[in-house]
């Protein structure tokens, strides 16, 4: 049995079609749970409408997607759940799919898919997955989408739920822990699209940077490599930077120079990155042109 859980906050809009293509699923939800973060009134009104017969939670205070996904954890009675952004699809099959694969394989505790990606300027493509364990966790972007995921509900609770305290990166942050104990295992077929949204918590750059950083540093010791996760955060670090500068975030950008100066992020391993990322960005648009 899967319980299928969707955060919602001011998105009516979407949710509609999220949860269409939930009701389409060709191997059947055993439940739809909908979390509301504290809407708007109007919004939280047009939320009960669209998701009229799935379980609706609206909660007094806006808290952010893990409270919003914790709680609805706490109220699903499936032994799978299954997490869905509400601006997010699945195809048709995804959880007959990813259902069948469990059943073939009883000792795997959470399974992810491949995925379709729309992008904010409107271009797509498939961007194909890999089966994820502690170690693959160490490079960024985190490589594993909500999603696109089914979890042993147990064993999610085992690995604590989603940190209340992370509205940004709380998936990396999760996914380290759970993986930490059981790997995450794939099906290549794309199962789901993914739409990035101007209004996504991970387009505030500022936030965004933040909480990657936070939850790299918190976990670096644990890797094996002590190397990689230590390149990996200077590579966050330039790839912040170079989304503040296209943005003409000056604040962020004296952030991020005045951590350059710290001795795990050093501004003489950040400049070459730096360089070759804005000779290699403007090559592209100069193509694209």
Not at 110 to 117: F, R, T
Not at 278 to 287: G, I, V, W, Y
Request: aromatic share 8%; glycine share 4%; hydrophobic share 40%.
């Amino acid at each position: 049995m899967v319980s299928v859980i969707i955060p919602a906050y001011n998105s009516s809009r979407t949710l509609g079609e999220a949860l269409a293509s939930v009701r389409a699923q060709t191997y059947p939800a055993h439940e739809i749970i909908v979390v509301d973060d504290c809407s708007r009134p109007e919004e939280a009104a047009a939320i009960d409408r669209v998701a009229a017969g799935a379980t609706v939670i609206h909660l007094p205070k806006n808290r952010g997607p893990s409270v919003a996904r914790n709680r609805g954890v706490a109220r699903a009675t499936g032994q799978w759940v299954a997490f869905l952004d509400s601006d997010d699809l699945w195809l048709p099959h995804k959880l007959q799919v990813q259902t069948d694969y469990l059943l073939a394989n009883p000792d795997c505790r959470a399974v992810h898919c491949s995925l379709q990606s729309i992008w904010r300027d409107g271009s797509s493509g498939v961007v194909m997955k890999t089966p994820i364990s502690f170690e693959d966790l160490v490079n960024f972007p985190c490589p594993v989408f909500p999603s696109a995921v089914v979890m042993h509900r147990e064993s999610l609770l085992e690995a604590g739920l989603f940190d209340p305290t992370k509205r940004c990166c709380e998936d990396l942050d999760l996914f380290l822990r759970f993986t930490f104990e059981h790997p995450i295992h794939c099906v290549s077929e794309p199962l789901m699209v993914r739409r990035a949204s101007w209004e996504g918590l991970s387009a505030n750059v500022n936030n965004f940077w933040r909480e990657s950083d936070r939850v790299y540093r918190e976990y670096q010791h644990m890797f094996r490599d002590e190397d990689k996760p230590r390149e990996t955060l200077i590579g966050l670090h330039t790839d912040f930077i170079l989304r503040a500068f296209y943005q003409r975030d000056f604040p962020l950008l004296w952030k991020l120079g005045r951590r350059a100066v710290r001795h795990d992020v050093p501004l003489r391993r950040v400049l070459p990155r730096l360089v070759a990322g804005l000779f290699r960005n403007n090559r592209a648009k100069k193509n694209r042109a």
